[in-house]
């Protein structure tokens, strides 16, 4: 895990601009980073979805709170950070989306999607400094859909 | 860039033809009432044409629930038409494709409507 990265930050306002601002990054760095249009599109769509919870669930569209991006390319991978300066989440305490009961639901599909289009999702707790996401997708993987 | 959704009437049934990107926003409020507008007017067999809609979000896939279950719960119908790949596959995973009816011609479309009215 001591192999060389290169690292791009950015610190956001919690505004929909800022989801749009990332979305428009993401694609750049994926595109340095190797990934095929496919690949970037989901990678894009995980990185939306992570950013719209950061500043709505995270921050509480407070747009004075911030949201910080990072993105750190590694040989074999890239991991994405969006940390918010809200009280976190408990993953294992989100609702599957693919239940019968919640199917009809009109939210609660964002991790899900997520999930699906990254090879590893985490949340950590940042004692007083918020809360961070973590996305990673390796290269070469082809995770399949469905 | 962003959504816009033209209206057009063919027989019972009113086409909503969408394009750009159904994400959060003030878009995806109006897609809402547009399709509770439809309802309230009494306009009850929706057809939402997803052919040029270039991308969804989780917001976006959950207004679709929303005007489905609007429409169900008022005696209506909503279904959908022509989707592209990425919109097919998303509605995959979350299992959507098992709750939406989905067509991929329009006449097709139209006449599973007349059927539902006839029965
Ligand atoms: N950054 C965050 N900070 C605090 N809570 C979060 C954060 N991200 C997600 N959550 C919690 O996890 C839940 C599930 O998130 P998810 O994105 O799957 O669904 P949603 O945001 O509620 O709806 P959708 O994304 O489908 O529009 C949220 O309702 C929220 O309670
Ligand atoms: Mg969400």
New interface residues.
Partial sequence: MTAESEVIELTLAST?KS?ETAEELTTEVCSKAGFDEEEQ?RIG?AV??SM?NAVHHGNKNDASKQVRLRFQIYPDRLEIHIRDQGTGFDLNRIPN??EAEN?????G??I??IR?FVDEFRVEKLEGRGTEVTLVKHKNSRKK?? | MSMKAKTRRVDSVTVVDISGRI???EDLTELRQLIRNLLAQGQKHILLNLADVT?I???G???L??G??AASNQGGQLKLLNLTK?VH??L?????L??FEVYEDEATAIASFQKATRV
């Fill in positions: 929909l989801v599109h769509m939306h979805e719209i989306p693919l199917l009809l639901k009109v939210s599909r964002g899900f999607l699906s859909l469905a | 994400t959060l926003g991308y979000d989780s917001s896939i959950g207004e629930v929303s489905f279950t990425k596959d998303l995959q995973i979350t299992k959507l098992t709750v």
